[in-house]
């Protein structure tokens, strides 16, 4: 691969792309663009900002990741989690009606295409590593509980704000009283018309005789079907009189971005938020991305993903709209269209400033509570009861983990809920690390092979243990094997010789050498020798200038059978 | 061990204690309390309460420790670090000066007993591993370097205070006019009397034809022999006239308890410090618990030295004094005594309560210079420059933990320190491990053995990729497995089968699961099947009901070579 390349991922394809190619990509943008217009506004609907910003935000966005990041299918730009964390970081700073409002999301946009850029440049995307799978579980859940919670508001034709679940629920509760009719019927209509159409369509098309992927890709077109109905209904029959809000107007001019507003003092106070959304998006992304992947079997660098969605946000900031990032149903929707390379975005995000220039006008009828209504029908399924239960099968502490960051995220915040599920998930992983599986070894008669004292008929010598610890030796528990081990010498009072067998042992921290060469000047000091077998390779090169290795009182076998051969047979020279 | 012993460790030396075990501690203990009275009164000023609580803190604490404590040699009473910390937690709530001052050091002991009890019921020692070797290192280091500082007004005769570097010295170098002259020359007299004494005093001895080992325990006394010939210069010239600073009159009744000045609030704003003191209290006493027990082929079990201590504090909090728990120099002084078992710690607070009640006006004349020369000089060695080298050529990353803690110590404070400290060893340590030794290994020729492709010559087959991850799959590596496998079948488009060898895997949580399922699916999708082998005990009890094992498109073989062959000889059939 040339440096071009790497720096460039789009010359990859770039380079034998073909007329061929452009006509599927051509077809497949097109399908893929009327999908997610409706998606796209109703998630700038739900950060709280005008429908149409959902639109810029899905232009230069697109185009920049085409172009800089690694996925053939991923579609970027606005997505729910992303959009919920926009609003939840948001709203603290600004009302949606206040000018100022628009402002932050840009600034958020901004920032978290700098983080992204950073942590590349850095090489940090390791510590998105640290959102662990509870973490996200209970995140995702939460949000979703949160995102479908403030979409009652448009479904009901109300107004609340809040920025957690009780502040969310009381506001609405309040308001409740101002549901205006017409539109919870519509909102009702519209539901049970997506539910349906999400389950039959697809079925329906294909009893027709269609060709099963055609069949699949048009039986997304759900939410287009119930948006353009509904949107041809308030045209023919004007019911926004009766109350029922509509998108209106939507300029069909370019975002201005509000420089004016911008100010230093608020970006530092964005900065936490943007960090998590910076990386809570990369996750998301680079999962999706990887998944798609994996069936053509490409290669997703993750370290360029960083580049790719960190030159999106600052798209994203200067288009004046909000964070985006790659999302699951966005690429589906590129996919299922026949999506062969990223020349898809590029050409989306043509169709889609197309749309912006001459098309808004269609949009005009477009009643908001029904785009509410597409989002808490696709949102919904996020809620993920089952993973808990499995979780809670397989390790109560990690279920604890995601019910924790479920209920702080709910009821006191977003960044709270996180930091609460690292922390827990940090933890728990040291109380685990920190009582490792430690286990007195002996040989099975007649092979070169040791096993657990405990598990199997071996053989043992009562002036020689060995002892086999199943964990890396670091700060953590590097004093438990100190226990451990003095403990074993003053219950076993003849032992001459201790062996510590390194085989599950992938790396020592200088608090595990300081435990070792204590356990080793503590055994000298009792008359017994510390030897050393089955050494890492990895582990070795760090030890073998160290004090333990130069002074310790035994020897360092490279296999435990010769360990025990040179004790057993010549105990007298050693 | 019966269950008495277990809860009442003292059983187990109680029941075989003879007359002649009797007169043997008895000596040590006359030696010991000799030697630990200027020590103890000294650790008092460093706290900046009047001397003889040092001797309070030195009665009922050693007591129950040495009846609930499993060390057989360990004396607790005050000590260097603790006493330093518990000023620096006190001094925000009050002056030395003040009456609260005394109330606050009290309530510090009785929160860390509770702690420490706290700890043990829950198990929760493991805690204090999180304290990593260049986290203690540098938290002495900066420690040492300010109780040092501290000293300077006494050996000046001067008044500061403050709680950081920056605010001592300042202090300090504001009072620094009012320094006594005839203070300052007995300092310098004092210290370099201490300094001569502790190197030559020992070798002295045995020139002049002292047993080693009796030599070894004289050359302990310098302090003794210093403070008791200032005291007696003091006394006979009548030097408290030059302005020296004398210890004055010691009440010679027992403690009272200020109960009226506690609070409850101040409780709570004490307990993130009490925290701190009962956990670097126990990491101190432990270790050196444990290398003396060790050389007597002796077994400490740190649950029980948490009991212990904890009793040990709350026995200091209900007498009026300060935090305490098991130090070095004091141990060492019991042992070099010839002290046999705890009864040594009984009966040395038994004739510390002598002291206290019938000796105490042979003090009226100690200088207090003199006890902050002999601090000093003890504390000085603390400080630990090659232990930086050293860790520095070990690990760049770990020795940079040490400096931040020892510069945010000095400079911020004591908890913001080690709490860096931690931070950053535990984010070292997540960056090691998301940064896992990924090896494809193949076999040795002729043998069941299977090493790295790149370090050995090995058999490989194109359709058979074989990975052995060198680290425990959890949360902050899963996904760079996952990126490292597909990668890698995206280069190798023949591979048709991919064993997992799990020979270094002790652990695998829920989300490395998530990511193993991940893997399996999209190799599925891809025509890949996923193998597993050489899964430990352990490890395969918890995967045995998983939806992984349940859904794997291969299979688990016990053993690589098992694999190799099953899957090479007869390729149809899987």
């Known amino acids: 691969m040339s440096k071009l390349e790497k720096y460039f991922p789009a010359m990859t394809w770039l380079k034998g792309y073909s007329r061929a190619d452009l006509q599927i990509d051509a077809v497949a943008s097109f399908i893929a663009t009327i999908l997610l217009i409706p998606q796209s506004m109703g998630y700038a609907l739900l950060v709280g ?56 999301a840009i600034m958020l946009a901004f920032l978290s295409g700098i983080f992204l850029l950073l942590m590349s440049l850095l090489k940090m995307g390791f510590l998105a590593n640290l959102l662990s799978h509870p973490v996200i579980s209970g995140f995702i859940s939460a949000s979703a509980l949160l995102i479908v919670i403030g979409q009652v508001k448009h479904l009901l034709g109300i107004d609340a704000q809040g920025n957690n679940f009780i502040e969310l629920t009381q506001s609405m509760l309040q308001n409740i009283g101002n549901a205006n009719k017409p539109t919870l019927l519509l909102s009702i209509i519209a539901i ?249 070894v002996g040989r099975l008669p007649g092979t070169e092979h040791f096993r657990n004292v405990k598990r199997y008929e071996v053989e043992t010598d009562p002036q020689i243990a060995t002892i086999r610890i199943d964990e890396n030796l670091f700060f953590a528990n590097a004093r438990v094997l100190e226990d451990y081990i003095l403990s074993l010498v003053a219950q076993h009072q003849d032992i001459k010789h201790l062996i510590l067998m390194c085989t599950a042992i992938n790396m020592i921290d200088a608090s595990a050498l300081d435990s070792l060469e204590t356990i080793d000047d503590r055994l000298k000091s009792a008359g017994i020798m510390l030897h050393l077998s089955e050494i890492k390779g990895p582990v070795m090169d760090k030890l073998t200038d160290s004090t333990l290795i130069n002074q ?23």
């Open 49 to 104: 900002l005008p429908a149409v910003v959902g639109l810029y935000a899905s232009i230069i966005p697109s185009i920049a990741y085409s172009l800089f990041g690694t996925s053939r299918t991923l579609a970027v730009g606005p997505v729910a989690i992303t959009s919920m964390m926009t609003a939840t970081v948001a709203l603290p700073f600004a009302l949606p009606s206040n000018e100022n409002y628009a402002a932050i």
């Open 552 to 574: 310790l009182s035994g020897q360092v076998f490279l296999t435990q059978h010769q360990a025990i051969n040179a004790l057993t047979i010549k105990p007298e020279q050693v």
């Open 192 to 440: 049970t018309c997506l539910v349906l159409l999400k389950r039959y369509l697809t079925p329906a098309l294909i009893t027709l005789g269609l060709p099963a992927a055609l069949a699949k890709t048009l039986g997304r077109a759900g939410p287009v079907l119930v948006v353009g109905g509904t949107t041809l209904c308030m045209a023919t029959f004007s019911l926004d009189t009766m109350g029922i809000k509509i998108v209106g107007d939507v300029s069909n001019h370019l975002p201005s971005i509000p420089f004016e507003r911008f100010t230093l003092d608020t970006m530092i106070e964005l900065l936490p938020g943007a960090f998590l959304i910076s990386i809570v998006g990369f996750v998301g992304s680079v999962s999706v991305a990887q998944s798609f992947a994996a069936k053509r079997k490409e290669d997703i660098k993750p370290n360029q993903e960083l580049v790719g969605l960190g030159l999106a946000n600052l798209g994203a900031a200067f288009s004046g709209s909000f964070p985006v990032t790659g999302g699951f149903s966005r690429s589906v929707v590129n996919v299922s269209a026949g999506a062969q390379t990223p020349m898809t975005g590029i050409i989306t995000a043509l169709l889609m400033l197309v749309t912006l220039l001459f098309l808004t006008p269609i949009f005009y009828y477009l009643p908001t509570a029904v785009l509410a209504a597409s989002i808490t029908v696709s949102i919904l399924q996020l809620i993920d009861v089952k993973d808990l239960i499995r979780l809670y099968r397989f390790s109560k502490q990690e279920a604890l983990a995601l019910v924790a960051t479920f209920l702080v995220v709910l009821f006191v915040g977003m960044e709270a809920g996180i930091i609460t599920g690292v922390a827990l998930s940090l933890l728990f992983f040291l109380w685990h690390t920190s009582h490792p599986h430690i286990a007195v």
